[in-house]
Structures are given as structure tokens and as C-alpha cells.
Nanobody
Framework: QVQLVESGGGLVQAGGSLGLSCAAS????????MAWYRQAPGKQRELVAR???????NYADSVKGRFTISRDNAKNTMYLEMNNLQPEDTAVYYC???????????????WGQGTLVTVST
């Protein structure tokens, strides 16, 4: 079964740091762009950061300078390092992978199950 598995969410105080990871498994041959999204209570899901297969990155203005997205193509894994977290960063964080190539499914897009990040004051 092809899937994305996230880990690393939790509770942190304002000004603290957390790291998230997202691993693709299930016979994945290749992955295109990957991204982190988040959805706060009562709000729409928004793009946090995106990284291409060639490691080009872009960030939402609200996280620039605080968050760093990276990936290890050999491990089919993406990371999000979050520093100087603020209460407004509280949300469920989802990973997304496009252009996921497998023997059984060809190309598809995948979403992770989401991991909760809570930042307290």
C-alpha cells in the first residue's frame, strides 16, 4: 500500500522548535514535488512550504525565516524544521507528494494523515 506517514507533531511553547517528517512507503520509485500544508481550526488548508525533486523551495510569507523544508530523495522522506513557533502556527500539518510513481499505480498524488502541532503562549 502506497502511503505517506507523518511524525513529529506535538506541544511546544511559543518560541520553541519542532521537527516534522513525512516518509513515503509502498514501492515508491520516484516522487515529484512535495509540500507541507496546514489547517487551523475554522480555517482553510494553506500551503506552508514546497520543495521540488531538484530541491528548489518556496515558503508562505508567514513562515519565511522560521521554517526550513528539506528532503532526502534516497529515503523518499521530507522534513520540516520549525523554529520560533508562535501560537498562530497551531494547526494540523499535512504532507503532500505529487508525481508519486509506483509499479502498481503509475503516477498519483498522496496526502499524509496529518499531525497536530500546538503552540502554547
Amino acid at each position: 500500500q502506497v502511503q505517506l506517514v507523518e511524525s513529529g507533531g506535538g506541544l511546544v511553547q511559543a518560541g520553541g522548535s519542532l521537527g516534522l517528517s513525512c516518509a513515503a512507503s509502498g514501492g515508491v520509485l520516484k516522487i515529484g514535488a512535495m509540500a507541507w500544508y496546514r489547517q487551523a481550526p475554522g480555517k482553510q488548508r494553506e500551503l506552508v512550504a514546497r520543495i521540488t525533486g531538484g530541491l528548489a523551495t518556496n515558503y508562505a510569507d508567514s513562515v519565511k525565516g522560521r521554517f526550513t523544508i528539506s528532503r532526502d530523495n534516497a529515503k523518499n522522506t521530507m522534513y520540516l524544521e520549525m523554529n520560533n513557533l508562535q501560537p498562530e502556527d497551531t494547526a494540523v500539518y499535512y504532507c503532500n507528494a505529487g508525481g508519486v510513481l509506483t509499479f502498481t499505480r503509475g503516477y498519483s498524488e498522496l496526502w499524509g494523515q496529518g499531525t497536530l502541532v500546538t503552540v502554547s503562549t
